[in-house]
């Protein structure tokens, strides 16, 4: 499956930033792992995680997550 919207290797050199955030909030990392992989390929999940990083307020963050889990699972990669 080739996926049109590929993300950019300046997005990959910040994805790290955006995980540890992720792992330092709480979330279950396998869960954090699951999206980093899938925003290595994915510019889309990337962006979600970029949208999440930059949330003021934990309900639009709650929603992010919800997002991303809808994409894991569709991908089949939920934990």
Do not use: H
């Not at 999206?35 to 949330?55: F, N, V």
């Amino acid at each position: 499956m080739a996926l049109l919207f590929q993300t950019t290797p300046e997005q990959l050199l910040c994805l790290p930033d955006i995980v540890t955030a992720m792992n330092q909030s709480g979330l279950d990392q396998r869960f954090v792992t699951a999206c980093e992989d899938l925003a290595k390929l994915d510019q889309g999940a990337y962006e979600l995680m970029e949208l999440w990083l930059d949330a003021e307020f934990p309900q639009d963050r709650d929603e992010i997550v919800k997002d991303l889990r809808e994409i894991l699972r569709d991908e089949g990669q939920c934990p």
